[in-house]
């Protein structure tokens, strides 16, 4: 993990990933959760950073807003507040309004960069329930998520956005990733993206070539952000279901299910 400045705020817990698509008669509801933001979280035990956000059309990486898509990324102190989240009325609230519902539990492996300021730090083991730490097969392939996130320029926001349709395409047909949504706290300037993988490798080979590669290379050589991060995690539980990127065939998806329905996740539904 990159070093961060002394002064810099080191967040260390549990996160929690939430992906709604709402029923057409319930968007109303899910606007209001996005006006009240992080405010409608206020007096939930254990957490210590919180994010409600919006998502682009079809729940992608667009300028072209979704009226079901929403986000929320919330990390905990320890995993078994983060199960009292899941199981709590705030969650089940959502769970009810949606068409389609995904969230997963995940422990922090490395980060680089800050949001609002504040870094990421690793879980600490101790952090975590016993049946999510890792013991003598920790070099074996599982699950990876990432976050990316950005801050991004007003001026230069126009030249950013150039290259995100080359990047989201480049996604979706990624081999590999199982799942991808964009979403966004403010139109236009303040961007993220949570994309799960099923390996590490499958994540680097995406990362490193490609309309990807072009897009992190000019966003670094003209400046276009004023703050980023970016996270990789292990997901240890998911619930629900989210439709896989575009591309995906019958044989990623059956693999994808084969290696997240063991201890490393649990899909309850």
């Known amino acids: 993990m990159a070093e961060t400045a002394p002064d810099v705020v080191t967040l260390s817990g549990v996160v929690v990933v939430v992906l709604v698509n709402y029923l057409r008669e319930h968007q109303a509801w899910g606007w209001m959760r996005m006006v009240q933001g992080s405010s409608s979280l206020k007096g939930v035990p254990g957490v210590i950073f919180a994010k409600v956000m919006g998502s682009g059309h079809g729940g992608g990486f667009s300028i072209r807003p979704s009226a079901s898509h929403q986000g929320l990324i919330v990390m905990f102190?320890?995993?078994?507040?983060?199960?009292?989240?899941?199981?709590?009325?705030?969650?089940?609230?959502?769970?009810?309004?949606?068409?389609?519902?995904?969230?997963?539990?995940?422990?922090?492996?490395?980060?680089?960069?800050?949001?609002?300021?504040?870094?990421?730090?690793?879980?600490?083991?101790?952090?975590?329930?016993?049946?999510?730490?890792?013991?003598?097969?920790?070099?074996a392939a599982r699950p990876l998520a990432v976050i990316t996130r950005a801050s991004i320029r007003p001026a230069k926001a126009m030249a950013f956005w150039r290259n995100a349709p080359a990047t989201q395409m480049?996604?979706?047909?990624?081999?590999?990733?199982?799942?991808?949504?964009?979403?966004?706290?403010?139109?236009?300037?303040?961007?993220?993206?949570?994309?799960?993988?099923?390996?590490?490798?499958?994540?680097?080979?995406?990362?490193?070539?490609?309309?990807?590669?072009?897009?992190?290379?000019?966003?670094?050589?003209?400046?276009?952000?004023s703050e980023s991060m970016f996270v990789r995690m292990r997901l240890l539980e998911h619930h629900g279901q989210w439709t896989a990127p575009n591309a995906m065939n019958t044989s990623d998806v059956s693999e994808t299910q084969a290696q997240t329905s063991g201890p490393e996740a649990k899909n309850h539904d």
């Open 170 to 225: 480049a996604m979706q047909t990624a081999a590999g990733c199982t799942l991808a949504m964009g979403l966004g706290e403010a139109p236009l300037v303040r961007q993220c993206t949570f994309s799960l993988w099923k390996d590490t490798t499958s994540m680097l080979d995406y990362a490193h070539q490609g309309a990807h590669q072009a897009a992190i290379e000019a966003a670094y050589r003209h400046n276009y952000f």
């Open 77 to 139: 102190d320890h995993a078994e507040q983060a199960d009292a989240f899941l199981a709590g009325p705030v969650v089940q609230a959502y769970r009810e309004r949606a068409a389609q519902f995904w969230s997963g539990v995940l422990e922090v492996l490395s980060s680089r960069g800050q949001w609002d300021g504040e870094a990421w730090g690793s879980t600490p083991a101790t952090h975590l329930k016993p049946d999510h730490i890792v013991h003598d097969d920790a070099g």
